[in-house]
């Protein structure tokens, strides 16, 4: 997927047009969940990657619709790692609809009707540190309904083997194809939708 994210960007398809369709795509499935989305508290966690980003995309759409939303950046915003994730966080801090809290707080104290895990994507590696790992148990924790940007974070969605700490949700969102691993590991995916998200099929020319 990162060589195919990169065809399309080198194609003229820029990963923030993909981040775009990606946020937007999952709050629909949630539209379609949850008749009242609007009445809903809704808790998103973020990472400084790309599914961060997603996620960032997730909660300007979700507050368009009305939604109370908070989100959690674990980190700062100056490590936010990428140029679009950087773009979205930007757009967000100019929207008073939206609740924002960064740092590395490793203690949380929320009451949500829904979670959003936009923590970590599909490039881990190693254990899984502070401050995501107090945020995931925070999560796994929560009698909230849990949907998942892309993977559950702390799965590998090539194996299906999980890191030491790793995250359960209700359903997972993932984008343009279905990731070998994720089949076998419903009981963390929960139900998966796999999302177009307008990268061209040419973009797959030459991937193995």
């Not at 003229?12 to 795509?25: I, T």
């Not at 960032?56 to 109370?68: E, Y």
């Not at 359960?168 to 963390?188: A, Y």
Request: proline share 3%.
């Amino acid at each position: 997927m990162m060589q195919i994210e990169e065809n399309g960007h080198q194609m003229g398809f820029l990963r923030k047009f993909m981040m775009e369709n990606a946020g937007a795509s999952a709050v629909k499935r949630l539209d379609q969940k949850f008749e009242n989305i609007d009445s809903k508290n809704i808790l998103i966690f973020a990472g400084l990657g790309n599914n961060g980003g997603d996620a960032f995309v997730i909660a300007r759409h979700l507050a368009g619709h009305g939604s109370k939303v908070t989100v959690v950046l674990l980190g700062f915003p100056e490590k936010i790692k990428t140029e679009e994730g950087r773009w979205n966080w930007e757009l967000l801090e100019k929207m008073n609809s939206i609740k924002l809290i960064t740092g590395e707080k490793t203690s949380f104290d929320f009451n949500a009707d829904i979670i959003i895990d936009g923590i970590l994507g599909t490039g881990i590696s190693g254990d899984i540190r502070e401050p995501y790992a107090s945020a995931m148990k925070f999560v796994n924790d929560s009698n909230a309904f849990k949907l998942a940007v892309d993977v559950p974070s702390g799965l590998d969605p090539d194996t299906g083997n999980t890191s030491n700490v790793f995250i359960s949700v209700d359903v997972t969102v993932t984008f343009h194809k279905m990731k070998i691993g994720m089949p076998k590991r419903k009981d963390l995916c929960g139900l998966i939708y796999v999302e177009k998200i307008g990268i061209p099929p040419e973009a797959e020319e030459g991937v193995l």
